[in-house]
């Protein structure tokens, strides 16, 4: 739960309300699938498949500015493939 966040705010951020990202990582014999939950705003599913050995990188600076969030989350290697779920709008 909310990967390098600790080195950049200082302080444990599981105890910050606002701040909710769940990374699951499931490896296979060729590749790894990584599912990346986010509560920040709407609640949001990342998805991605990549190659072994591949790290998951979060720039927390860029996750709370409006203006960079489509950077803020990044995989190195790049994934041979992602897909993204947002949920926006719930009507009662």
């Known amino acids: 739960m909310n990967p390098g966040c600790e ?4 302080q444990n951020c599981s105890q910050l309300s606002n701040i909710s990202l769940i990374h699951i990582q499931s490896d ?4 790894s699938y990584h599912f990346v ?4 705003d709407a609640p949001t599913l990342l998805m991605a498949r990549t190659s072994l050995n591949t790290s998951l ?3 927390w600076i860029a ?4 203006k960079s969030k489509n950077s803020s989350i990044s995989f190195d290697p790049k994934p ?3 897909f993204g779920w947002s949920l926006v709008k719930v009507c009662e």
């Open 37 to 40: 939950w986010s509560f920040a």
């Open 80 to 82: 041979y493939y992602t």
């Open 63 to 66: 996750m709370f500015e409006q």
């Open 7 to 10: 080195s950049v705010f200082g």
């Open 57 to 59: 990188s979060v720039d």
């Open 28 to 31: 296979g014999k060729n590749d």
